[in-house]
T-cell receptor
Framework: DTAVSQTPKYLVTQMGNDKSIKCEQNLGHDTMYWYKQDSKKFLKIMFSYNNKELIINETVPNRFSPKSPDKAHLNLHINSLELGDSAVYFC???????????FGEGSRLTVL | AQSVTQLGSHVSVSEGALVLLRCNYSSSVPPYLFWYVQYPNQGLQLLLKYTSAATLVKGINGFEAEFKKSETSFHLTKPSAHMSDAAEYFCAVRTQGAQKLLFGQGTRLTINP
């Protein structure tokens, strides 16, 4: 029973398209995150939600819109995809801001 | 402001040899420090954490790390490398009251047979 699950695992799409990634956690955590990992493995936080409320928005282009329908789910919608959006997107969750994050397996986005 | 630097983007050791992955941090207040491991095509997994209790912290898979305030370091070690240790390792820092974890650049560990 996967603790943090993301779908889809792979997305391949054309520039200009819109795509969504879904994330669900069954750990009962209050806080969820989206991280972006680039081709050099550098990890950067994009968004953080606590109990469905947006807490962190790290100067991400407004083409990226997170949505948290409840505290167990955090989805990411990306409009007008660009080549530079190609990356692996990780969802994670934690109990408050302990720093002990539980990560999903990642969603690899390739924009052609 | 806080920052974290991992020295060496790639470390290669022989099976059975000592593993040493270096991490230095910068923080104006006492930090919480973490090491995470990422196996190929997987998400990150917590190896160990320092949260101001004992300075020598033991983690999973035989890894440990020592917090040295005077050196602002939190290096990760394992006495004897296994082939299964090959992965990407990330050091991370969070200061008290901060709502996010800041990751280092990562160190790729390769184990030679």
């Amino acid at each position: 029973d996967t603790a943090v699950s993301q779908t889809p695992k792979y997305l391949v799409t054309q520039m200009g398209n819109d795509k969504s990634i879904k994330c669900e956690q069954n750990l009962g955590h209050d806080t969820m995150y989206w991280y972006k990992q680039d081709s050099k493995k550098f990890l950067k936080i994009m968004f953080s939600y606590n109990n469905k409320e947006l807490i962190i928005n790290e100067t991400v282009p407004n083409r990226f819109s997170p949505k948290s329908p409840d505290k167990a789910h955090l989805n990411l919608h990306i409009n007008s995809l660009e080549l530079g959006d190609s990356a692996v997107y990780f969802c994670a969750s934690s109990k408050a801001y302990t720093g002990e994050l539980f990560f999903g397996e990642g969603s690899r986005l390739t924009v052609l | 402001a806080q920052s974290v630097t991992q020295l060496g983007s790639h470390v290669s050791v022989s099976e059975g040899a000592l593993v040493l992955l270096r991490c230095n941090y910068s923080s104006s207040v006492p930090p919480y420090l973490f090491w995470y491991v990422q196996y190929p095509n997987q998400g990150l997994q917590l190896l160990l954490k320092y949260t101001s209790a004992a300075t020598l912290v033991k983690g999973i898979n035989g890894f440990e790390a020592e917090f040295k305030k005077s050196e602002t370091s939190f290096h990760l070690t394992k006495p004897s490398a296994h082939m299964s240790d090959a992965a990407e390792y990330f050091c991370a820092v969070r200061t008290q009251g901060a709502q996010k974890l800041l990751f280092g650049q990562g160190t790729r560990l390769t184990i030679n047979p």
